[in-house]
């Protein structure tokens, strides 16, 4: 019998989710966009919705489980988790592409130059781009599937002849006065999976590097930076000091207003050429990514002496909130570690674990109503937090990583499609994660179905999962390592000395 009341929680949820990423939208866009550009704001609202939903899928599998072997609930969560895990990788491969893509037509249109795009409209440009990239990734999806798309299951084989009496949950091969009454015989069975599971496994290995690398470093980024924004915040300067470092920042800025202009001649030269993928405008576009991150160094430094001096050191109030943040973050972090270490590594690696840890912790605050959920989203959305900050983090110092960092009212609709792509996508690896790291409590769930059997088991793949859980941990220890290598005042956002 369906749970009615469960449906209609799910679906109140539902709504407040959408509710909230119309807010986000709200609060984060840039002025500029205001009132414009709705193609991008409905996919930028819909990839934050699908990602909550893909974390936020397994407790609402859990409570339609309740426990049982059969689902006492009445939601079809096979094939909600399926539906919502394929819609997000069709947004991700196409939306997400073609909305940057055809934005990115607009901005490079010059009408000094208007032979610049082949194609005569940004629709136009757009599918230029995003058909050849959809053909090669079916290709490669619709190649290992044909080749791979099989799950690899171990079985057991006893051979023998029944007694009266027998009883499946006795070791039946057990020796009888020393003589074997039956072989046991260990092998593996190759079912097919659907083209649906295996596409989305495919994808999610993306968000799964994604994760493992920025992940990582947004675990360990996250509490060190907000600690140390509290112990280096603005102190109020005298209008002397104010004065000279303004002098020395406007010197970096007409330093960086030339190489803008010198830059921006250099890429459109290049890209007369008919190609964009000649070596010497990808030398131009990394030029282009490094001058990007001088700016936004600059603008820190910028905000920073205004707060000093105008606002005299800003409000005291925020800053101790974002050093308790920070607290609670280091936290979260440690308990994330302890329950990898215990719990998940040696699941993993079919040993026994040391604790059930935050299993045993859900499963006793879920009969709470709200309480179980409310803890459940701070740890995963504080995963997808992670993975946010590490690509910010990590873009400052890997020369290839485009910054799109995500600023109150200052953000332009491309670094919100991009930051919606990395979301989206990561919070299919999530979701996945959380569905291992937390095995024993989603017992029975159609997620753990889905992710524990189908695709974790996939031909060839058992270990690679193992491997992300792995480097995940590795890249959070390399961070501690860089950091003290490097402490505050070495890294590259607090200073400022440019190299051009």
């Known amino acids: 019998m369906a749970d009615i009341l469960l449906i209609i929680l799910s679906a109140i949820f539902g709504i407040m989710v959408i509710v909230a990423s119309v807010y986000f939208l709200i609060y984060y866009q840039h002025p500029q966009d205001k009132w414009v550009a709705w193609l991008p704001k409905v996919v930028v609202v819909t990839g934050l919705t699908l990602s909550a939903l893909n974390v936020f899928v397994l407790p609402l599998d859990v409570a339609n489980q309740n426990?049982?072997?059969?689902?006492s609930g009445g939601i079809p969560m096979a094939e909600l988790t399926l539906a919502l895990n394929l819609t997000s990788v069709f947004l991700f491969l196409v939306g997400v592409p073609f909305t940057m893509f055809y934005y990115e037509g607009a901005d490079d249109g010059d009408e000094s130059d208007e032979k610049k795009k082949s194609s005569p409209s940004q629709v136009g440009y757009?599918?230029?781009?995003?058909?050849?990239?959809?053909?090669?990734?079916?290709?490669?999806?619709?190649?290992?599937?044909?080749?791979?798309?099989?799950?690899?299951?171990?079985?057991?084989?006893?051979?023998?002849q029944l007694t009266k009496g027998f009883d499946i949950n006795l070791d039946y091969?057990?020796?009888?006065?020393?003589?074997?009454?039956?072989?046991?015989?260990?092998?593996?069975?190759?079912?097919?999976?659907?083209?649906?599971?295996?596409?989305?496994?495919?994808?999610?290995?993306?968000?799964?590097?994604?994760?493992?690398?920025?992940?990582?470093?947004?675990?360990?980024?996250?509490?060190?930076?907000?600690i140390q924004d509290f112990q280096h915040r603005p102190k109020p300067i005298t209008s002397a000091e104010y004065t000279e470092r303004k002098k020395a920042i406007g010197q970096q800025a007409e330093l960086l207003i030339e190489v803008g202009?010198?830059?921006?001649?250099?890429?459109?030269?290049?890209?007369?050429?008919?190609?964009?993928?000649?070596?010497?405008?990808?030398?131009?576009?990394?030029?282009?990514?490094?001058?990007?991150?001088?700016?936004?160094?600059l603008e820190f430094h910028y905000r920073r002496l205004e707060s000093s001096y105008k606002a005299q050191g800003g409000n005291?109030?925020?800053?101790?909130?974002?050093?308790?943040?920070?607290?609670?973050?280091?936290?979260?972090?440690?308990?994330?570690?302890?329950h990898i270490a215990l719990f998940?590594?040696?699941?993993?690696?079919?040993?026994?674990?040391?604790s059930l840890f935050l299993n045993e912790f859900f499963a006793n605050v879920s009969p709470v109503p709200f309480i179980g959920t409310a803890?459940?989203?701070?740890?995963t959305f504080y995963l997808l937090l992670c993975v946010v900050k590490g690509n910010s983090k990590l873009g400052m110092r890997i020369v290839f990583i485009t910054i799109h960092p995500l600023r109150l009212g200052e953000t332009m609709m491309n670094s919100l499609l991009f930051n919606v792509g990395v979301i989206l996508v990561s919070s299919l690896s999530v979701s996945q994660f959380c569905t291992?790291?937390?095995?024993?409590?989603?017992?029975?769930?159609?997620?753990?179905?889905?992710?524990?059997?189908?695709?974790?088991?996939?031909?060839?793949?058992?270990?690679?999962?193992?491997?992300?859980?792995?480097?995940?941990?590795?890249?959070?220890?390399?961070?501690?390592?860089?950091?003290?290598?490097?402490?505050?005042s070495k890294q590259r956002e607090n200073r400022m000395n440019f190299k051009w």
Not at 67 to 71: D, P, Q, Y
Not at 316 to 332: D, E, H, K, T
Request: aromatic share 16%.
């Open 67 to 71: 426990g049982r072997i059969a689902a």
């Open 126 to 160: 757009a599918l230029k781009w995003l058909i050849p990239t959809l053909i090669f990734t079916g290709g490669i999806v619709g190649v290992m599937y044909w080749q791979l798309g099989y799950a690899e299951i171990e079985v057991t084989r006893l051979t023998g």
């Open 173 to 226: 091969c057990a020796p009888v006065a020393g003589v074997a009454v039956c072989t046991r015989q260990v092998g593996y069975r190759y079912p097919q999976v659907s083209w649906i599971v295996y596409t989305v496994a495919l994808i999610g290995l993306i968000g799964w590097v994604v994760f493992a690398i920025f992940g990582g470093a947004g675990l360990i980024a996250i509490p060190v930076d907000m």
């Open 261 to 297: 202009k010198n830059l921006q001649e250099e890429l459109k030269v290049a890209s007369r050429g008919g190609s964009r993928m000649n070596r010497r405008f990808r030398q131009l576009r990394t030029k282009e990514n490094e001058f990007r991150k001088d700016t936004l160094i």
């Open 316 to 338: 005291i109030l925020l800053q101790y909130l974002g050093f308790v943040g920070g607290c609670f973050s280091a936290v979260v972090s440690v308990i994330w570690i302890i």
């Open 344 to 354: 998940l590594l040696p699941t993993m690696f079919g040993a026994t674990p040391y």
């Open 375 to 379: 803890f459940y989203a701070i740890f």
């Open 436 to 488: 291992l790291a937390f095995s024993r409590y989603a017992k029975y769930t159609a997620s753990g179905y889905l992710f524990g059997v189908q695709i974790q088991k996939l031909k060839n793949m058992q270990y690679v999962y193992v491997g992300f859980v792995c480097a995940f941990l590795g890249v959070a220890g390399a961070m501690i390592g860089w950091i003290i290598y490097k402490p505050r």
